[in-house]
């Protein structure tokens, strides 16, 4: 039997769009595989004799789509590669979070958990005590925007595929008792980010379009806005879009600094000419930790699609240049669009650092979203003090007179060999 998540598909459609080419078999353009696209929202019914029936309690407990956030810890559970070796790769599991959500009852959920060819079907888990509740299957293990990999798993609600279910059979289908009640109430699952405070903490990220382009901007305050220089392309004003619970936002941004094209760090500030309401704001990070949980909050791939989305993953790095951090890299999967977005301490939501980009290799053609590159909170605080202080945005020309050593950090070139010394 197969069954059609029409709430899936139209979720899909809404999301995924046809102009940002993508793909969800392989990063090369193939027109028979973007045909089979069509089909990513239709799932298959099977009957297998010998398998324990419900009454003997090995049904698989499950969960409302409602019940996840952004930010929840979830287990990916598949079988990659298909028949090849089956008894080494069966049932492998793989650990992320909620970075996305779309669609009624959370029909769409994007997750950072890596998963490969051949789990499609898997099982997407939440854990609670010692149990482990289906959340949703994996329809894309691997995603590409206009061949650029993003790092990011498709999943549908299994909420919405069992109600679908039960619509398409008759009266008669043993099918037809598939209870759609869920087994775990909505606020009783464990995670990382907790129910009662989720990314609530965390700092307020917008996103900044430009036009033609988009790209993230943390705000400070309600009235001030960091942002990569690369993001603005150029222009002056911007518009700057915000989703609350109760609205969107929309206010004008007008650039009152931006890194010079020859500085290192790719900053740009920018005020916005109303306050905007509930922000977070954010407390600066002055220590980095390398192998502390973080996470990346940003507009990458979607856009206003369907708010920011929050990948987990860890700082692998600080680098530094005369005992003072100059760059950040962390293994969070950053995509087109990420760039002014926020790099945060997982616990405590502390601000580590402003995403700058991501790593592609120009020859291959390839892009590597696990290894990104943040400017450091630490570099910009003193410079935010003294503006706030003084309202004088030249407080950050500072950025444009970097040193050398900085320079190279940011080339990605190795520092001068120092002279040997003389022995005399």
């Given at each position: ?27 090369e ?11 990513l ?7 297998v ?13 499950w ?20 028949t ?63 061949s650029?990999?993003?790092g ?10 069992l ?16 209870s ?26 917008a ?62 500030v ?10 977070v ?5 002055s ?5 502390e ?10 856009g ?9 993953g ?24 990420a ?26 053609g ?13 570099l ?45």
């Open positions: 039997m197969l069954v059609n998540c029409r709430e899936f598909q139209s979720t899909f459609r809404n999301v995924f769009k046809d102009v940002d080419k993508w793909s969800f078999y392989s990063g353009e193939d027109a028979e595989f973007n045909q089979d696209i069509r089909f929202s239709w799932f298959a019914v099977l009957r004799p010998g398998l324990a029936k419900p009454d003997q309690g090995r049904t698989v407990p969960v409302y789509g409602e019940c996840v956030e952004k930010g929840r810890v979830v287990f990916a559970c598949g079988s990659p590669f298909g090849f070796c089956p008894d080494l790769f069966m049932s492998t599991l793989s650990k992320g979070i909620v970075s996305n959500l779309a669609g009624e009852h959370n029909a769409l959920i994007l997750t950072d958990a890596r998963c490969l060819p051949g789990t499609e079907g898997g099982g997407l888990f939440v854990k609670s005590g010692d149990l482990a509740y289906l959340v949703g299957l994996i329809v894309s293990p691997l995603c590409w925007k206009s650029e990999w993003i990011l798993t498709l999943v549908c609600s299994v909420q919405l595929i109600r679908n279910i039960q619509k398409s059979v008759t009266l008669q289908d043993p099918l037809k008792e598939i759609l009640c869920a087994q775990l109430p909505v606020d009783s699952i464990d995670g990382v980010a907790n129910t009662d405070r989720g990314l609530k903490g965390h700092p307020t990220v996103l900044v379009d430009t036009g033609q382009f988009w790209g993230s901007g943390i705000l400070m305050n309600s009235q001030v806005m960091l942002t990569c220089r690369h993001v603005l392309h150029g222009k002056s004003r911007l518009t700057v879009r915000l989703k609350t619970n109760s609205r969107s936002l929309a206010v004008t941004g007008e650039v009152l600094y931006s890194s010079k094209a020859t500085s290192p760090y790719d900053v740009a920018v005020i916005l000419k109303e306050e905007l309401p509930d922000i704001v954010p407390t600066l990070a220590t980095f930790t390398p192998g949980d973080v996470y990346v909050i940003g507009y990458g791939a979607f206003q699609s369907c708010g920011p989305t929050v990948t987990s860890i700082l692998s790095r600080a680098v530094t240049v005369h005992s003072q951090p100059v760059m950040l890299q962390t293994t969070c999967a950053v995509q087109a669009g760039s002014g977005g926020a790099v945060v301490r997982a616990q405590t939501g502390e601000l580590l650092g402003l995403v700058a980009s991501n790593t592609r290799d120009v020859v291959a390839v892009t590597y979203p696990h290894l990104n590159f943040s400017v450091p909170a630490s910009l605080n003193p410079l935010l003090l003294q503006f706030s202080r003084m309202g004088d945005s030249a407080v950050f020309r500072k950025l444009d007179t970097a040193d050398e050593g900085v320079r190279r950090a940011w080339r990605l070139q190795a520092p001068p060999l120092s002279p040997p010394k003389s022995k005399l």
